[in-house]
T-cell receptor
Framework: KQEVTQIPAALSVPEGENLVLNCSFT??????LQWFRQDPGKGLTSLLL?????REQTSGRLNASLDKSSGRSTLYIAASQPGDSATYLC???????????FGAGTRLTVKP | NAGVTQTPKFQVLKTGQSMTLQCAQD?????MSWYRQDPGMGLRLIHY???????DQGEVPNGYNVSRSTTEDFPLRLLSAAPSQTSVYFC?????????????FGDGTRLSIL
C-alpha cells in the first residue's frame, strides 16, 4: 500500500525567501506525482504533474523534482510571496492501484 | 468555465439520516472521483468512475454508494449517516485516468453528522 508523507506539517518564512517542500512515498512504482495547492475553504488546484519518466517540471516560480529510486519529490518555490500562503499537497499515483494517495500537506505561511 | 460544481457547500445531518452529495462537471471528463479530507490525514479516495455506467471502490468505500448515469454527473449517497462520516468531501474529474492529466477539484461539501 502506497503511503505518502509530507514534512514539515507547517512552515513559516519571510517574504522573498526560496523554500523547499518535501514529499516522500513508499512505493517507487508510481505512474505520476502531482503537487496541489489548497486555499482555506477551497478545493485543490493542480500545480505540477511529473510523469514517471520525467525528473522535474517547472511552472513560473515553481519547480518540482522526482526521484523514484529514493521515493522523494520536492517542490521548490522561488522568491516566495504572501500570496503563496496555502496548504501544499502531493499525491502519488501507483501502477498497482487505480487511485492517487495524498500526503497530509504542508501549510505554508509567507510573512510580509 | 464552471469546471467541477459541488452542492451543497454545507450540510448538517442527524445520525441515521441519508443524503446525496451532488457533483457535476462540464468538461466532458471521463474520469470522476470522490474523496474525503479529514484533519491530518490528507485526502482518501471513496469511489471513482471511468465512464458512464462504470464505478469502482476506492480506499474507504463503506457507507457510501455512487452511480454514474451520465458523463456529467457523479452523485455520492450516504446511506445511513454516522458521526465518523463528518468530513469535507471533494469531487474531482479528469480526461483520462492513465493519461497523466491533472485532476480538477470542486470546492467541497462540508458535512457534519450529529
Amino acid at each position: 500500500k502506497q503511503e505518502v508523507t509530507q514534512i514539515p506539517a507547517a512552515l513559516s518564512v519571510p517574504e522573498g525567501e526560496n523554500l523547499v517542500l518535501n514529499c516522500s512515498f513508499t512505493d517507487s512504482a508510481i505512474y505520476n506525482l502531482q503537487w496541489f495547492r489548497q486555499d482555506p475553504g477551497k478545493g485543490l488546484t493542480s500545480l505540477l504533474l511529473i510523469q514517471s519518466s520525467q525528473r522535474e517540471q517547472t511552472s513560473g516560480r515553481l519547480n518540482a523534482s522526482l526521484d523514484k529510486s529514493s521515493g522523494r519529490s520536492t517542490l521548490y518555490i522561488a522568491a516566495s510571496q504572501p500570496g503563496d500562503s496555502a496548504t501544499y499537497l502531493c499525491a502519488a499515483t501507483s501502477y498497482n492501484n487505480n487511485d492517487m494517495r495524498f500526503g497530509a500537506g504542508t501549510r505554508l505561511t509567507v510573512k510580509p | 468555465n464552471a469546471g467541477v460544481t459541488q452542492t451543497p457547500k454545507f450540510q448538517v445531518l442527524k445520525t441515521g439520516q441519508s443524503m446525496t452529495l451532488q457533483c457535476a462537471q462540464d468538461m466532458n471528463h471521463e474520469y470522476m472521483s470522490w474523496y474525503r479530507q479529514d484533519p491530518g490525514m490528507g485526502l482518501r479516495l471513496i469511489h471513482y468512475s471511468v465512464g458512464a455506467g462504470i464505478t469502482d471502490q476506492g480506499e474507504v468505500p463503506n457507507g457510501y454508494n455512487v452511480s454514474r448515469s451520465t458523463t456529467e454527473d457523479f452523485p455520492l449517497r450516504l446511506l445511513s449517516a454516522a458521526p465518523s462520516q463528518t468530513s469535507v468531501y471533494f469531487c474531482a474529474s479528469s480526461h483520462y485516468r492513465d493519461g497523466n492529466q491533472p485532476q480538477h477539484f470542486g470546492d467541497g461539501t462540508r458535512l457534519s453528522i450529529l
